[in-house]
């Protein structure tokens, strides 16, 4: 689900002071746009938005989102998503932040 090297390599690329604002920023710019695609159901933005989060989610070692994102958006910008089809993208990305808070909650108390 986290492709935990990517974490790793990213917190070794920037350091841990700066991957931690990179990880607040994800967080807030992923909700963000879930917040908007689920007030627009249908939009014509959504392949650019799943991109979008794709691109991110990669970014930060969100692996199972990021897959997840790529294949909707083909089918988002063939017109063939559905909302529950799309509704698995959100209950992904919920998956995958419980996991990595978890985790990361874990290292920073240990």
């Keep these: 689900m986290i492709d935990w090297e990517q ?3 990213l917190r070794q690329d920037i350091g841990d002071d700066t991957v931690d604002e990179v990880i607040e920023l994800f967080f807030h710019e992923t909700q963000q746009v879930i917040d908007r695609v689920k007030a627009r159901q249908g939009s014509p933005t959504l392949g650019d938005d799943l991109h979008f989060l794709k691109g991110s989610a990669l970014n930060i070692g969100f692996r199972s989102f990021a ?3 790529a294949t909707h958006e083909k089918a988002a910008r063939a017109g063939a998503l559905s909302w529950e ?3 698995t993208v959100f209950e992904c990305y919920d998956s995958s932040r419980a996991v990595f808070m978890d ?3 874990g290292r920073d108390a240990g």
């Design 7 to 9: 974490v790793e390599h």
């Design 67 to 69: 897959d997840l994102c």
């Design 85 to 87: 089809e799309l509704q």
């Design 103 to 105: 985790r990361i909650e």
